[in-house]
């Protein structure tokens, strides 16, 4: 079964300032995986996706995460925050299957201070 | 232009009571699920219908049931609803077989009083 750990539930970080946020997942097969925002009060946005290829993928608002297999990580990483960047992160997985269910991390709140 | 729209947003009802929860989604997907968010912001999937197929029930009580009446539309039902249905409910869809990512609704807040 697949499973998805946020290692950092709160992130603080000061306007203008490089942020990473981690994720890891566990699968026994092959997987899709995915980073959300979720701005208050808002439904989630998908920021990235990783499918296959290129193991550095890109992303809105200036977000880019890395996928290591051997490490079966999934880092997000931004190089400048803004303070609109405030709200949660997700980061989501997903195996090759019929159904595509995703599971998600417990989320990490990245607060942007000015 | 609102690709997966929830009604109602918020939702405030007593103990005991039914009610239901309806979405949309104008994309085309074959896929729809049901999300539901915690207090602690816990994202868990409840169901999946596939071509009005369900195809996921996760560990759900009874009193949930959902409904396709076609590929567009994936409604939750909830019965006797209980102060620990209190959460954020999302709808998402997807076309699996060509693109798994999810796209998601803008929830609806239940609060059961």
């Known amino acids: 079964a697949q499973s998805v750990t946020q290692l950092d539930s709160q992130v603080p970080v000061f306007e203008e300032a490089p942020v990473e946020l981690r994720c890891n997942y566990s699968?026994?097969?092959?997987?899709?995986l995915f980073w959300y925002v979720q701005y208050p009060n808002q439904g989630l946005q998908l920021l990235l996706k990783?499918?296959?290829?290129?193991?550095l993928v890109k992303g809105i608002n200036g977000f880019e995460a890395e996928f290591n297999k051997s490490q079966t990580s999934f880092h997000l990483r931004k190089p400048s925050v803004h303070i609109s960047d405030t709200a949660e992160y997700f980061c989501a997985v997903t195996e090759f299957s019929n159904d595509y269910k995703l599971s998600f991390g417990a989320g990490t709140t990245v607060t942007v201070r000015a | 232009d609102t690709a997966v729209s929830q009604t109602p947003k918020y939702l405030v009802t007593q103990m005991g009571n039914d009610k239901s929860i309806k979405c949309e989604q104008n994309l085309g997907h074959d896929t729809m699920y049901w999300y539901k968010q915690d207090s602690k912001k816990f994202l868990k999937i409840m169901f999946s219908y596939n071509n009005k197929e369900l195809i996921i029930n996760e560990t759900v009580p009874n009193r949930f049931s959902p409904k396709s009446p076609d590929k567009a539309h994936l409604n939750l039902h909830i019965n006797s609803l209980e102060l620990g249905d209190s959460a954020v409910y999302f709808c998402?869809?997807?076309?699996?077989?060509?693109?798994?990512?999810?796209?998601f609704g803008q929830g609806t807040r239940l609060t059961v009083v």
């Open positions: 998402a869809s997807s076309r699996v077989r060509e693109s798994p990512e999810a796209f």
């Open positions: 990783y499918l296959s290829g290129s193991t």
């Open positions: 699968s026994s097969v092959s997987v899709y």
